[in-house]
Structures are given as structure tokens and as C-alpha cells.
């Protein structure tokens, strides 16, 4: 996975009981995965079309930092599904805890906000990067 966002939890972010808003994390996770969606797509054009089951696994507290990790798992012909990974980072030995996990997946818009092709060219370089993914996996396996 890729690191697409940091962010740093306030103490305006959290509720009565001391913890992140789950709601704030969810957007920072869609802004950070949307980002990286027209970065991977090479378009300014991508909303969110779905956002699957999220399960909140550790609290964050005010002063943590947030680390959001993504990688493409999919690309389809106007849309792609981003594997998306927040983890609280310790400012003091610099461990990584998940926080939560998704996906979430994307699809190009026109200017009237009907699906489009993702380019061809973007197509070809995924499959390409899948492949030597693999290969390399491969390698590593043997």
C-alpha cells in the first residue's frame, strides 16, 4: 500500500469521550482515496460511488497522527476500487496501528456527471503494473 495522506487528530476532532469523530474519519479517508483516484486515474473527475462496511478498531486521541495508505484493487472501464488503510502512528517509537480499513470505489464523470472511460493509456499501465507485481511476487516465492 501506498501512503496517500497524513493528518493529525485535534482536539476540535474528537466528542465527549476523548476519541476521533467516526464520521471526520470517514472524511478524511474519502478525500485521501478521491485524491488518489484522479492521481491514478489521471483525471480531475471522480466522485465516490460506494464506501463498504468500516469497522473502527482503535480510538485516536487529540495530538495522534493518522497515517491513510491506499492501493488500486481494481480497475474497471469507468471506475476503480481503491483498498484504503487508516493507521495511528506513535510519535514516540514510531509504530503503526490499523485504525480501520475500506473500500471504496471511484468512477470518472463528464461534465454532467455521467460515467466516462478511464483512459486506455491508464487501463494498459495498471494491467502492466499488475503484472510485474506478480512476477516479482513470483520471484520472491521461489
Not at 475500506?102 to 463528464?110: A, G
Request: charge should be positive; aromatic fraction near 6%.
Amino acid at each position: 500500500m501506498e501512503l496517500i495522506s497524513t493528518r493529525k487528530c485535534m482536539t476540535r476532532d474528537v466528542g465527549f469521550n476523548g476519541n476521533l469523530f467516526g464520521g471526520l474519519m470517514l472524511s478524511w479517508l474519502d478525500e485521501a482515496a478521491v485524491a488518489y483516484a484522479c492521481q491514478v486515474a489521471e483525471t480531475p473527475r471522480m466522485v465516490t460511488v460506494s464506501i463498504e462496511k468500516v469497522q473502527f478498531r482503535k480510538p485516536v486521541r487529540p495530538g495522534q497522527i493518522i497515517k491513510i495508505y491506499g492501493e488500486v484493487k481494481r480497475l474497471n472501464n469507468s471506475s476503480l476500487d481503491i483498498e484504503v488503510e487508516a493507521r495511528r502512528v506513535s510519535s514516540y517509537n514510531g509504530s503503526q496501528k490499523v485504525i480501520c480499513t475500506t473500500s471504496m470505489r471511484y468512477v470518472r464523470i463528464d461534465g454532467d456527471g455521467e460515467p466516462v472511460p478511464i483512459a486506455k493509456s491508464v487501463r494498459n499501465k495498471f494491467l502492466t503494473q499488475q503484472q510485474e507485481k506478480e512476477k516479482s511476487n513470483g520471484e520472491n516465492e521461489a
